[in-house]
């Protein structure tokens, strides 16, 4: 049974797009990097959580994970969901941070608290399987 949850999350999370594994939406080349680190310095929680789809890729800078995360968690303490599911998505298979699941389930459920529908699965997941949280 547990396995068949696990295939569920799996079709699940390649629908709604992956776990920050998505074409991020920079443009190419070192001035366009430089534009989106600024915004994202300056706090622009979109630029945040696009700089850090470009650190999980590799698109424009070297691929960093840990620099990934980094990013996305600067986006995700200013609510930006995706950015909030993405985290979660690290922390579950630990991407960039040591695999933590109750971390993880923390994410999720801001995610899904924003109707955020990857988010709802993995956390409604979490919770069928026990993981970072009693099983119910």
Known sequence: MKTHHFAW???LVLLAGGCGKKEPATSAGTNGIAELKAKAEGGDSIAQYTLAEDYISGNGVA??????????RKAAD???VQAQYSLGC???NGQGVTK???EAVKW???AADQNNVGGQYSLGAAYANGQGLAKD
Request: some cysteine; hydrophobic content about 45%; charged content about 30%.
């Open 108 to 110: 999720f459920r801001k």
């Open 9 to 11: 999350l799996i079709l």
């Open 90 to 92: 690290c922390y579950i």
């Open 63 to 72: 691929k960093n994970e840990a620099e990934a995360v980094k990013w996305w």
């Open 100 to 102: 933590d699941d109750a």
């Open 78 to 80: 200013q609510g930006n």
